[in-house]
């Protein structure tokens, strides 16, 4: 942890990449001073948290003032549960799609 908060001090614009499956060390990643994003891998398939899972986890980063992105591939609920679910204030949802089907399915969701 002292070289994290060493790094994520002396950079303007320091984030961190997380997946699913680190949330157990989430606590420790936020006591890092200066650290004021994160990215986070959502994969249901890896055995993390399903959306209602990592909700939480999500709302804890946000609670602490921090940046938020969340890349994955989502279903129209999941996607729809993260909007309504989480701040707006800070965040980016990086939507990873394999279809163009898919962008017009949530592009009312995302209010575009």
Same mark, same amino acid.
């Given at each position: 942890q002292p070289v994290d908060q060493?790094?994520?001090?002396?950079?303007?614009?320091s984030f961190m990449h997380l997946h699913s499956t680190s949330m157990f060390?989430?606590?420790?990643? #936020?006591?890092?001073?200066? #650290?004021q994003c994160?990215?986070?891998?959502?994969?249901?398939?890896?055995g993390g948290p399903d959306i209602k899972?990592?909700?939480p986890y999500f709302r804890k980063f946000q609670e602490a003032d921090?940046?938020?992105?969340?890349r994955g591939?989502?279903?129209?609920?999941?996607?729809?549960?993260l909007i309504d679910s989480l701040d707006p204030r800070g965040l980016y949802i990086y939507i990873?799609?394999?279809h163009m089907q898919e962008v017009e399915?949530?592009?009312p969701i995302a209010g575009m």
């Open positions: 060493f790094l994520a001090k002396h950079f303007a614009g060390i989430l606590d420790a990643f #936020l006591e890092l001073e200066g #650290l994160f990215e986070v891998n959502y994969e249901v398939g890896s899972g990592m909700v921090r940046s938020l992105i969340v591939s989502f279903t129209l609920d999941e996607f729809r549960y990873m799609v394999e399915t949530l592009r």
